[in-house]
């Protein structure tokens, strides 16, 4: 154990695999109850959210790779998946005996379960603003270039729909990081809104979108994928991921 605690004083962190395994510190604040188990996508934004939080949290969980690609061998259009998700996305998330099935139900789970470090400032203003730009891109961007989405627009112009409909959003978000942000998007605690803008961003770039208008979304971007929690979460990172692009 006193080695255990040396690797976690340094902040050390091992590489996610598929089985349960533990970052510096991280632990189960339910002993009784076995680990965790996420349903994830590699390339899912909302996944990389969940992944996010629960390192935040330093919570153990065993990842179940669940493609959104019905050419894989474990895919989400299963029945047998449809028992864990009615709707068939990911991320799921099997915690404390019970399946949650949308990304910021989960966030909101685990920060009123384990309370520390908070995903949520106290001040009620500052909380009420880390929920508006989750929000604004849980509910007003990532869902209109999703993978279902661009399936039905069909490839000749879906690449000019996601790029339409990131701007519009990025435009709205831009000025709204500009007036609350600090170090991070508000202030300088890191919260549910910095867990759910780096994934938007990394959508952003694969769609080719001009990020050129947005200095202040680009500029956290940069400082927050500095952060341990959001490398060793990375797309690039996971097990699932196909060879040409890991650890991209």
């Not at 959104?68 to 259009?77: F, N, P, Q």
């Not at 399946?99 to 995903?119: F, G, K």
Request: aromatic content about 8%; glycine content about 4%.
């Amino acid at each position: 154990m006193a080695a255990v605690r040396q690797l976690a004083n340094k902040g050390l962190y091992l590489s996610v695999i598929n089985r349960p395994f533990s970052f510096n510190g991280f632990h189960r604040t339910m002993s009784t109850n076995p680990a965790p188990i996420l349903y994830s996508f590699w390339s899912s934004s909302c996944s990389w959210r969940v992944r996010i939080a629960l390192a935040i949290k330093k919570i153990e969980y065993e990842v179940k790779p669940t493609s959104l690609l019905k050419t894989d061998s474990e895919h989400a259009y299963t029945d047998e998946y449809r028992e864990v998700n009615p709707m068939q996305k990911v991320p799921s998330l099997k915690i404390d005996g019970h399946t949650l099935c949308d990304s910021v139900a989960i966030m909101h789970y685990l920060d009123e379960t384990r309370p520390q470090p908070a995903l949520l400032p106290q001040d009620p203003v500052k909380r009420a603003k880390v929920r508006e730009i989750v929000e604004l891109i849980c509910s007003g961007i990532q869902p209109l270039q999703n993978s279902a989405v661009m399936d039905h627009i069909g490839k000749n112009k879906s690449l000019e729909w996601a790029q339409d409909w990131i701007s519009r959003g990025f435009q709205g978000l831009e000025k709204i990081l500009s007036q609350s942000a600090g170090k991070f998007c508000v202030g300088d605690g890191l919260t549910m809104a910095d867990i759910c803008l780096v994934p938007q961003v990394r959508n952003a770039r694969i769609y080719k979108a001009d990020l050129s208008s947005y200095p202040t979304i680009v500029r956290l971007d940069q400082d927050l994928q500095n952060l341990e929690v959001f490398k060793t979460t990375h797309p690039s990172k996971q097990t699932d991921c196909p060879p040409k692009f890991a650890n991209k």
